[in-house]
């Protein structure tokens, strides 16, 4: 079993839709952080959360440690959001990451 | 953003040669990450540097060694490539584990 799990594998929307994507863990962690990486293959950092919640423009993260459980959340979706969203994990030194979900928006 | 590059962004190479990939760093981020990318895998950490002339390996090590003798290079270099090392290779860097971390292009190596 992964020690990052993430959910679902692909997904698509249409235009305007809220998207949600999880994320759960099975590791003690110091930070969870949430990545982007659009068709070309670079990767952005898009969040570290410790604990409770943050916003960015139309993007949310949350999670919840007891539950080892973290969300990402798209709100007005846009095609432009279609990229593979990625989970990591701090464990000590390194960072442990899931396999992404792969997101598509269709106007 | 971050200053980071890599080089060469793509290669292609013969099994058995040796290939050494560059990252360069223009931010003095302390610490300094090789993964590698394959499809049906998340990136895996293949090596990484805690300072100068600091470094461990990660999950998937073998086959590679990294050198690391200022704060602004961190090489990684395969001695004797072979086909499996044929993968999408990204640096990154940050000032800590628990901190934002900032990622190369990505350099593609292609092993024949």
């Known amino acids: 079993k992964n020690e990052v799990e993430q959910s679902p594998q692909n997904l698509t929307a249409q235009e305007g839709e809220f998207i949600t994507i999880n994320c759960s863990y099975s590791v003690g962690i110091s930070a969870l952080h949430w990545l982007q990486q659009h068709p070309g293959g670079g990767i952005v950092s898009l969040f570290m959360l410790s604990s409770g919640k943050k916003k960015h423009g139309r993007l949310i993260a949350t999670i919840n440690i007891q539950e080892k459980h973290s969300s990402l959340h798209i709100t007005a979706s846009h095609p432009r959001d279609s990229a593979v969203y990625i989970c990591a994990v701090t464990d000590t030194d390194k960072l442990i990451f899931g396999t992404g979900t792969r997101l598509q928006v269709f106007p | 953003d971050a200053g980071i590059t890599q080089s060469p962004r793509h290669k292609v190479t013969e099994t058995g040669t040796p290939v050494t990939l560059r990252c360069h760093q223009t931010?003095?981020?302390?610490?300094m990450y090789w993964y590698r990318q394959d499809p049906g895998h998340g990136l895996r950490l293949i090596h990484y540097?805690?300072?100068?002339?600091?470094?461990d390996k990660g999950e998937v090590s073998d086959g590679y060694s990294v050198s690391r003798s200022k704060t602004e290079d961190f090489l990684l270099t395969l001695e004797s490539a072979t086909s499996s090392q044929t993968s999408v290779y990204f640096c990154?860097?940050?000032?800590?584990?628990?901190?934002?971390?900032?990622f190369g292009e990505g350099s593609r190596l292609t092993v024949l």
């Open positions: 540097s805690y300072g100068v002339k600091d470094t």
């Open positions: 931010e003095n981020h302390r610490y």
């Open positions: 990154a860097i940050g000032q800590g584990p628990d901190r934002e971390l900032f």
